[in-house]
């Protein structure tokens, strides 16, 4: 069964630091990898950070770059996201969801997590 969540937002001041976490069931360690992608009040989805399953590479969106890590757990079923240097453009609820070497699935896998950075 699939089961995706999303967790580790909230207020921070820009210029900080924020790292959510994402949990996913089995199923999704089939596809090629997980992945953040956000959606800002009024934005469509923009891709964030990837992470293979099966080598652990990684690619980032370019609004991020530099800013922001992605990584495994012990367990692939755990994902982190790692924000540094937060801007008030990061503002966005940050979603869990499979990704390939052609960028990021944008269905709402979980609920999402709010991220506001306040300037």
């Known amino acids: 069964q699939e089961h995706v969540e999303e967790s580790g937002g909230g207020l921070v001041q820009a210029g900080g630091s924020l790292k959510l976490s994402c949990t996913v069931s089995?199923?999704?360690?089939?596809?090629?990898?997980i992945g953040w992608n956000r959606q800002a009040p009024g934005k469509g989805r923009e891709g964030v950070a990837c992470?293979?399953?099966?080598?652990?590479?990684?690619y980032y969106g370019d609004s991020v770059k530099g800013r922001a890590t992605i990584s495994s757990g012990k367990s692939k079923n755990t994902v982190y996201l790692q924000m540094n240097r937060l801007k008030p453009e990061d503002t966005a609820v940050y979603y869990c969801?499979?990704?390939?070497?052609?960028?990021?699935?944008?269905?709402?896998w979980g609920q999402g997590s709010q991220v506001t950075v306040s300037s």
């Open positions: 089995d199923l999704l360690l089939d596809y090629y990898g």
């Open positions: 969801a499979p990704c390939s070497l052609a960028g990021w699935d944008f269905a709402s």
């Open positions: 992470i293979s399953n099966m080598d652990g590479s990684t």
